[in-house]
């Protein structure tokens, strides 16, 4: 990855599991836009909305379907619920296409940023899960935003983001492309 000046992105830094939060608040470069308790908000709403509750036990004041009370951990649904809250549509990636088929040149007013999940191991490896993080396209530049990264981490070209995208296909990690809704 290429060094360019990064002090005008703005990136935060992996706490807990709110990976999600970090790569959402990366993804619109603004700090708090999204909140803990945004999240969980909308975690709780997406369950009380869902036709097929399943009963209540113990351990459900715990671990939420959506998402874990305590350390985070959101799932797919609070992405899209969250993206679409602030006017913006989720694509999945078909991992057959490659990222070659992702069209990273074109208008940034359509094609706002990617998501990326891909597996985590954390803690020696005695926990495996699944991690959130942000591409985004900033005055022309390619950068991940990954919160586990102590900065934003300039990409050279768009060939270079193909080649991260591809590695992320063939490491099982899933990619969604989130677009400008056009009215």
Not at 110 to 125: D, K, T, Y
């Amino acid at each position: 990855m290429a060094a360019e000046d990064t002090t005008l992105v703005y990136h935060e830094r992996q706490r807990l599991q709110y990976c999600l939060l970090h790569a959402l608040n990366n993804l619109f470069q603004e700090k708090d836009l999204f909140t803990r308790a945004k999240l969980n908000a909308i975690a709780e709403k997406l369950s009380l909305d869902d036709p097929n509750k399943e009963t209540w036990t113990p351990l459900s004041a715990l671990f939420k379907p959506h998402h874990n009370v305590i350390t985070g951990n959101y799932d797919i649904n609070v992405l899209i619920a969250a993206l679409e809250g602030k006017g913006k549509s989720v694509i999945w990636h078909d991992r057959r296409n490659g990222a070659s088929s992702i069209d990273l040149d074109g208008a940034e007013d359509s094609l706002m940023g990617i998501m990326l999940n891909v597996s985590a191991r954390r803690f020696g490896g005695i926990w495996n899960g699944r991690h959130w993080f942000t591409l985004r396209r900033i005055c022309g530049v390619w950068y991940n935003l990954d919160s586990d990264l102590k900065s934003p981490q300039s990409f050279k070209d768009v060939e270079e983001v193909k080649t991260f995208l591809d590695c992320i296909i063939d490491g099982a990690g899933e990619i969604f492309l989130v677009m400008n809704c056009k009215e």
